[in-house]
Nanobody
Framework: QVQLVESGGGLVQPGGSLRLSCAAS????????MSWYRQAPGKERELLAS???????NYADSVKGRFAISRDNAKNTVYLQMNSLKPEDTAVYYC?????????????WGQGTQVTVSS
């Protein structure tokens, strides 16, 4: 089993910045891809950004140029730096990890952290 714990959410004014963190813990696992998603009320969960174990990244058009994903493999932690935040970025943000145990891959989600962008 792997546990993902997110932190860093909160209330920020439009144009502000936040940095989310997601730390993975467990035993005998290898993390492959880590991703950030968000879900606003009444909307589907949206993939924002992902990063592979070798550092390759992908971004949704809605956040490209404003958000940056990074990871610290030694700490099993992924980050999401969010700049130039807009009210429409308000949502619950989730991290997801694809973890390799032996021959198989498994998917784990964090509990989510609320981000509210409002003046």
């Amino acid at each position: 089993q792997v546990q993902l714990v997110e932190s860093g959410g909160g209330l920020v004014q439009p144009g502000g910045s936040l940095r989310l963190s997601c730390a993975a813990s467990g035993r005998d696992f290898s993390i492959k891809t880590m991703s950030w998603y968000r879900q606003a009320p009444g909307k589907e969960r949206e993939l924002l950004a992902s990063i592979t174990s070798d550092g390759s990244t992908n971004y949704a058009d809605s956040v490209k140029g404003r958000f940056a994903i990074s990871r610290d493999n030694a700490k099993n932690t992924v980050y999401l730096q969010m700049n130039s935040l807009k009210p429409e970025d308000t949502a619950v943000y989730y991290c997801k990890a694809i973890v390799k145990y032996g021959l198989f891959d498994y998917q784990y989600w964090g509990q989510g952290t609320q981000v509210t962008v409002s003046s």
